[in-house]
Nanobody, 126 residues
């Protein structure tokens, strides 16, 4: 059974930075794309970023492009999300997820992911 555990969330002032981590265990990691999603109160879960198995492909949502950076360390079974220049609208629970098919090149829909972490809260004060 695959388990994903996020960490690194917290409270930060607008303009600040946070780095989220997601540690995977219990299954194959290096063959699967991984993604970050977020969900704010009253809103649907939305795509933030994804990373291909090799780390060479990293699509982003337009709202975070240029401010967030996703990466992975296959030796540590971990992905990261470096979030810079945070805005109040970035405030949400952030989830990591494993894509349901290895080496797939489709990333955007949350329905394509089969394993999810419990989420970590990111709060941005204005």
């Amino acid at each position: 059974q695959v388990q994903l555990v996020e960490s690194g969330g917290g409270l930060v002032q607008a303009g600040g930075s946070l780095r989220l981590s997601c540690a995977a265990s219990g299954g194959d990691f290096s063959s699967y794309p991984m993604g970050w999603f977020r969900q704010a109160p009253g809103k649907e879960r939305e795509f933030v970023a994804a990373v291909s198995p090799s780390g060479s492909t990293t699509p982003y949502a337009d709202s975070v492009s240029g401010r967030f950076t996703i990466s992975r360390d296959n030796a540590k079974n971990t992905i990261y999300l470096q979030m810079n220049r945070l805005k109040p609208e970035d405030m949400a629970v952030y989830f990591c997820a494993r894509r349901g098919r290895p080496f797939s090149t489709q990333y955007l829909s949350h329905t394509l992911y089969d394993y999810w972490g419990q989420g970590t809260q990111v709060t941005v004060s204005s």
